[in-house]
């Protein structure tokens, strides 16, 4: 999924869930933010004192794509949750929709409900729950299932789909004219394009497996902000067992289905305008307020407010470090991912068969 969902759906959901304002944007920003925190390594502070940081993101055409070390503790515990399903490490290790490991980890993070940083590693696993929804059926790790060989959809024919497919992978694969079996493996649903993270789409594609699979997106991304909705709802109720909250209402899920089905722009953060255009504007009953924008990135962002470094690398200056940086969203979205990404890691996936990392 892109930004209009895990940040603009996934705050309506956290609102009407029951949260604050203040709580459903620091929510539904972490959400976001893991697929913007792609810097992994130590930061210095002036006077010596230091902080590590996990990536859990990296841009989707790195080269560290191509290494499945690296596809295993990022890609799998953010983005492609294995389902644990299957006899083989290669099929347990695809994702599959609301999963028991998924549920786990859910359940994982209501635990945590009291922690400092609560709401961040909330935030965390809900970007990994609902992108079950958007990325079944495709891996972590290096897998036939990642291998597109036949893909058509709405606004793309086949032919369309392998003109973009070898324009996306020029500048990273020498023989554009062998794309097919030979699609960089590591990419996810790279070789499906945008079409697993686009709310309306229907397409089909065949699989390295040799297998044809139909996708209806929109039913499935309005059954994932219900089940964000519950989840959220467990969360403040202190339910492990969240799919017994009452979710969304039927009013909302209808309202969410048209904004959904009619915000077809292929540009994430395009859609994004759409949906806090219609939270202001009160289409989803039960909530109608302006949401304060996203900030990835510079002056405003969680990471100037905690280090007031305004680039996207530490630059030459370092920071100095006070308590204040103990308690910022920065630092506190950094613990979730080292947190989530141990739990996911070394507990909840060897516990069901599955050896990542």
Known sequence: MNIDFHYGVIYVTSRLAGMSPEQAQTVAHACQYVDDATTRDILHFEDGESFERFASAHVMYDYKNGMDDENRVIWA????????QGDTLEEKSVCQQDSEIAREMIRRAIDNRHAPNALHRLGVSLHVYVDTWAHKGFSGTESKHNTVLFLEGDDHDHDTWLEKLKDLLADTVHNVEAVGLNVISGLGHGGALHFPDMPWAKWKYKNGHLIEIERNNLPDFVQAADMACKVVQGFLSGNRQYD????????VKSALEEVLASNCDHDGEKRLEVILQSIAAGKFPGVAEAVP???AKGVNSWKFAATGIADSGDGDTKPKWSLAFEDSDYRKFHDAVKEHRFVVTQDILPAHGVRLA
């Open 244 to 251: 017994t909250e009452p979710g969304l209402s039927p009013e």
């Open 77 to 84: 515990p953010f983005h492609f949750l294995p389902g644990g």
């Open 293 to 295: 924008a996203y900030l």
